[in-house]
């Protein structure tokens, strides 16, 4: 059975390495009670009080949708709160997402050794890189 085109289809390779990297870090962001992504935008959020939910949507690469989903849930554990301002929505962290940024960050720095230690930092570095200029050339 012919299984090369496994090997050399970006597709296949991309969505192996997601679920991989996934992997690692719910399990480096297990101890802050979220999963990556809500720990990433409580980031975004605790470094820009009052940023639009359409920016974070964009500096997430996620739809809009799928940010209004998120941040009812971060709503509910009280750790975002939303104030509309005429059809802007912005985002405003709480004291209890406040509090939360020291362990996500430790997170964040654990799964960032975690795959170095791996790969070598050069080339965690150069991947990501690449990763980020083929997702702009796809995306435009």
Do not use: W
């Not at 012919?2 to 101890?31: V, Y």
């Not at 795959?115 to 990501?128: D, K, N």
Request: hydrophobic residues 35%.
């Amino acid at each position: 059975m012919d299984e090369d085109f496994l090997h050399t289809c970006l597709f296949f390779t991309t969505n192996r390495l997601s679920r991989l990297i996934t992997k690692m870090a719910e399990e480096e962001f297990a101890p802050t009670g979220l999963t990556p992504m809500y720990g990433y935008l409580i980031r975004l959020v605790n470094n820009t009080p009052g940023i639009s939910q359409k920016e974070l949507a964009e500096k997430l690469s996620i739809a809009a949708s799928t940010l209004t989903r998120f941040i009812d849930k971060l709503e509910g554990k009280q750790l975002v709160e939303r104030k509309v301002q005429g059809k802007t929505v912005l985002v405003y962290p709480t004291p209890k997402g406040t509090e939360l940024e020291s362990e996500i960050r430790k997170a964040s720095k654990r799964l960032h050794q975690r795959y170095c230690e791996i790969l070598g930092e050069e080339t965690a570095v150069l991947l990501s890189q690449n990763l980020e200029i083929t997702s702009d050339q796809l995306e435009n």
